[in-house]
């Protein structure tokens, strides 16, 4: 092999299509653009949803739907998750620990769905009223 006889592989170099120079150049004439109208003219752009002056779909259908943001970083977790930890104090790291909660929660509130019966102690996490009577009657306390 030698370099003055290398040369690209077939169908790699795709020829540019010259458009208006003909109808040999199989793009003459109209170029390609069809007859006429908005879009076969110079500066014929249409925005992006555009219907021809109709109301456009995205205006048209009702809007639905919200997320919060600080979803995103506060959890829920229930008594009865609480229950089936194998550790006596409670917080945050443990609960990330443990899988109960993901990586990229910041807060976290227990609920009082379901029933605690060990002594659990609770620390840096927010309580309800109805949580924090649960674990109180189950010999547990909750620490701020």
Not at 66 to 85: G, P, Q
Not at 91 to 108: A, M, P, Q, S
Not at 113 to 141: C, H, M, P, Q, W
């Amino acid at each position: 092999m030698r370099l003055n006889t290398l040369k690209p592989g077939e169908n790699a170099k795709k020829k540019k299509v010259r458009v208006g120079r003909g109808w040999s150049s199989g793009c003459g004439k109209t170029c390609g653009k069809g007859v006429k109208g908005q879009k076969a003219r110079g500066s014929g752009k249409v925005a992006i949803g555009f219907e021809g002056g109709q109301m456009p779909f995205h205006r048209r259908v009702p809007k639905s739907g919200f997320t919060s943001r600080k979803a995103m970083t506060r959890a829920e977790v229930r008594l009865s998750e609480l229950n089936k930890l194998y550790v006596d104090v409670v917080d945050l790291l443990v609960l990330k620990e443990h899988n109960v909660i993901g990586n990229n929660i910041e807060t976290v509130k227990i609920i009082a769905t379901g029933e605690i019966d060990k002594a659990v102690t609770l620390r840096g996490i927010l309580v309800s009223k109805g949580a924090k009577e649960a674990i109180e009657n189950a010999g547990g306390k909750v620490e701020n």
